[in-house]
Structures are given as structure tokens and as C-alpha cells.
């Protein structure tokens, strides 16, 4: 006899496939994390279930309008047209959850950049799993004499299309030694992250945020820093977290984060999940700072803050 955790494995990647695939006596309450989802022309948008019974029975998504939005074989929502409409989610003993549905236009894509500094840590794989599961993109800022401990999650940083800055080798303040020792600190941190990621690093950030026009040019690449700092190290508390990422979420900013903390993952994973639904798009530092068409070249030596533009 098939124990009832295949079933529900089963049941899992079936889903949305078609009516009558696993059916029970008994019902099975079926809710999403999202009520309400914003999905850009042309995407797709991944679902989520709340599953509240192990019994499985039949399960139907209808679209009040199929040439905006419909679902997919492969558990998403497919944004067809500009334009809303309602996916509800039923079984054979009726109505079990309803999503609302907005389709906008790729033309006003709300772009924000995650960007976690003093890594690679002991959390970096967990939140690998979870920006995979949200097609989120993310800077990581990471500090040159960590990255030999972490080698697999540095590797599938770049496989997975994040971005990789330098933190510098030490995390020292720049500003508070010599020239020459800040300026070995840059290029020793550069040189240990690329060795490791089997990539230049395209972005850097001073510790602290602090450095000289020296320093920002020597470093030959975008000096990135914030406009939005959510004090995780300060406070850790992963609702503060959240909070402080969701109020500080609009579009062309730079928010700071930290990867250290258990406190920041959980806090991130709770505002995304919301913010996605939304339609925020989370993408790298360099994509966000590009976005109107300036050549990386000329951001080289700028103090980079974020990226606003007027939208049509």
C-alpha cells in the first residue's frame, strides 16, 4: 500500500494539470499564499498552496477570462493581456479559493535591488533555494577572506545569474587607513572572490559605505552603495526585517541587507513573498543602475545610491 505522503507527492506535480487526477472520499482545503498577484505581459508567476488535509479530490482553476490570464501544466499563472481577472480554484465539493490577477505591462516594471553584504555564510544555500523559487536575482557583496569556506554557494550564486561584488578583503574602513593598505584591501578581495567564483566581480562596496574618489576609481567597477538600510544587524527580528524591505521597496532603490543573520532570511522571505505577489521584480545592482541605457563605464567612480527614472 502507497503511503499518503506519495500521494501528496504526487498530487503536488500534477497539480493543475487536469480535473480528477487523485480523488478521495473526503475534502481537501486548498488556499493560497497570495490572494492578489501582479504578473508582467508576456510572464509567468509561480503559485502557492496553502495545504491544510493530506486527502486529495479533484482540483479545477477556471479563469473569468482566459485571454488575460491562465493557468499553466507546470503550477503558474501565465500573464496573457493586459487586464485583470479571477482564477478560482475548485473541487467537486465546490469553491475552495480565488486569486485576483492584474496583467501589466513590461513597460512599468517596478525594479528593486536586494543587496546582501558580509557573506558567503552558513545561510547562503537556503536563500539560494528560495530566490529560485521566486526568479528573483539579488547582489551579493561578499568579503574576500570568507569566500574559500562556502565554495558551492559562491558557484551557484553565479550559476544562478546573481550578481558578485567585493566586500573588500577584511571589511576594513577604507577611509581610516593608509591609502595604500585600503587600495591592497580592494584588490586582494577582488582577486579571492574571482578565484572562487570563476568570475570577475562587476560591482564593489566599501564597508561602511565609506570611501575616497581614489578609491572608487582605482576599483574599476560601479561603487554601489543604499538608500534603504533596514538595520538588520541592529535589531534582528525577521518581522522588523520584512517590514523595513516592504516600506523601503520602491521602484529603483537599493535596499542593504545582511546574510549572516538566521533573523534577515526569514525576514526577507517574508517580504518577498508579498512583494512578488505584487509585482515588485527583484533584479542585480547593474541591471537596476542600467536601466535607462547608461554604459556601466560611466558609473565607474559615482557614489551609487539607486536608480529612478521617469516611467511614460
Known amino acids: 500500500m502507497r503511503s499518503k505522503l506519495f500521494y501528496m507527492l504526487l498530487a503536488t506535480a500534477a497539480l493543475l494539470i487536469c480535473p480528477g487526477l487523485l480523488p478521495s472520499e473526503e475534502a481537501r482545503a486548498y488556499t493560497v499564499k497570495n490572494s492578489k498577484v501582479t504578473i508582467y505581459e508576456g510572464e509567468t508567476y509561480p503559485m502557492d498552496f496553502i495545504v491544510s488535509d493530506a486527502d486529495y479530490m479533484e482540483m479545477r482553476l477556471l479563469s473569468s477570462d482566459r485571454t488575460v490570464s491562465t493557468p499553466t501544466k507546470d503550477g503558474a499563472l501565465l500573464g496573457l493581456k493586459i487586464g485583470d481577472c479571477v482564477v478560482t480554484i475548485s473541487d467537486r465539493k465546490g469553491k475552495r479559493d480565488e486569486i485576483e490577477v492584474k496583467v501589466v505591462s513590461k513597460a512599468d516594471i517596478h525594479m528593486v535591488a536586494l543587496t546582501l553584504d558580509d557573506g558567503p555564510g552558513s545561510h547562503a544555500m537556503e536563500l539560494l533555494d528560495y530566490f529560485d523559487s521566486r526568479n528573483v536575482k539579488v547582489t551579493f557583496f561578499m568579503i574576500g577572506s570568507d569566500v574559500g569556506k562556502y565554495p558551492k ?20 574602513q577604507l ?12 584588490e586582494e578581495g577582488a582577486k579571492a572572490i574571482e578565484e572562487v567564483a570563476g568570475v570577475p566581480v562587476t560591482v564593489w562596496r566599501p564597508p561602511y559605505g565609506d570611501s575616497t574618489e581614489e578609491q572608487r576609481i582605482a576599483a574599476g567597477v560601479p561603487t554601489v552603495l543604499w538608500n534603504i538600510d533596514t538595520l538588520d544587524w541592529k535589531y534582528k527580528k525577521s518581522d522588523r526585517v520584512a517590514k523595513e524591505i516592504i516600506n523601503g521597496a520602491g521602484d529603483g532603490n537599493i535596499i542593504l541587507v545582511h546574510e549572516i543573520y ?39 567612480g559615482q557614489k551609487l545610491f539607486s536608480k529612478k527614472i521617469k516611467k511614460k
Open 262 to 300: 538566521k533573523t534577515t532570511v526569514e525576514g526577507i522571505k517574508k517580504a518577498l513573498d508579498k512583494l512578488c505577489a505584487d509585482g515588485v521584480r527583484f533584479v542585480t545592482s547593474t541591471t537596476l543602475l542600467t536601466r535607462d541605457g547608461t554604459p556601466v563605464e560611466e558609473l565607474i
Open 153 to 172: 554557494s559562491v558557484q551557484r550564486m553565479v550559476d544562478e545569474g546573481h550578481e558578485i561584488g567585493s566586500h573588500t578583503m577584511n571589511h576594513k
Open 175 to 186: 577611509t581610516a587607513v593608509k591609502e595604500d593598505r585600503a587600495l591592497a584591501e580592494m
